[in-house]
């Protein structure tokens, strides 16, 4: 028997750092179960350099990562999703494009790295800091029983995972 693949896109405003962090890792630590994707937005047309360093020390690879638009999930060839996560404030807050498969969604926010004003170290630091909180959280996901619960439940999981 074929296990499904579930289908996940992180959303984040600018597409360059907090979803980008969720992509990837979800990506390493979910495989095969689980393929992730990111999107923004408002991108920036950019990968924030110490997003792709706080994966690295993660020993995640970081190749193939690029900043862009929410609008290709809503596309009719685009991948049935079935989990959209924010991980922004400003992107919970939008209105987002009707994506194809009904996905279950939550909010996961965390504070934003790229906004953070410092030097290279304490940037560093803080971009370390948001994969280890996206990190946790995925984790706690994947641990869930997916297979076992009802969709009511698994909504109501996946939601109180972005307050821990």
Request: aromatic share 8%; with cysteine; hydrophobic share 40%.
């Given at each position: 028997?074929?296990?499904?693949?579930?289908?996940?896109?992180?959303?984040?405003?600018?597409?360059?750092?907090?979803?980008?962090?969720?992509?990837?890792?979800?990506?390493?630590?979910?495989?095969?179960?689980?393929?992730?994707?990111?999107?923004?937005?408002?991108?920036?047309?950019?990968?924030?350099?110490?997003?792709?360093?706080?994966?690295?020390a993660l020993h995640i690879p970081t190749d193939g990562?690029?900043?862009?638009?929410?609008?290709?999930?809503?596309?009719?060839?685009?991948?049935?999703?079935?989990?959209?996560?924010?991980?922004?404030?400003?992107?919970?807050?939008?209105?987002?494009p009707v994506w194809i498969g009904q996905p279950m969604?939550?909010?996961?926010?965390?504070?934003?790295?790229?906004?953070?004003?410092?030097?290279?170290?304490?940037?560093?630091?803080?971009?370390?800091?948001?994969?280890?909180?996206l990190k946790r959280r995925i984790e706690l996901m994947?641990?869930?029983?997916?297979?076992?619960?009802?969709?009511?439940?698994?909504?109501?999981?996946?939601?109180?995972?972005?307050?821990?």
């Amino acid at each position: 028997m074929v296990e499904k693949t579930y289908e996940v896109l992180f959303i984040c405003t600018g597409n360059s750092a907090r979803s980008i962090l969720a992509e990837g890792l979800m990506n390493s630590l979910g495989a095969p179960r689980f393929r992730a994707w990111s999107a923004g937005s408002h991108p920036t047309g950019v990968v924030n350099p110490f997003a792709l360093e706080a994966l690295a020390a993660l020993h995640i690879p970081t190749d193939g990562f690029c900043s862009k638009n929410w609008d290709e999930f809503a596309r009719p060839d685009a991948p049935s999703l079935d989990y959209v996560f924010t991980v922004c404030d400003q992107a919970a807050g939008e209105m987002c494009p009707v994506w194809i498969g009904q996905p279950m969604t939550a909010h996961w926010g965390v504070a934003d790295p790229a906004a953070f004003k410092g030097d290279d170290d304490e940037k560093r630091q803080r971009f370390r800091d948001t994969a280890v909180t996206l990190k946790r959280r995925i984790e706690l996901m994947l641990a869930l029983p997916i297979e076992r619960l009802d969709r009511v439940a698994i909504q109501h999981e996946v939601r109180s995972i972005g307050s821990r």
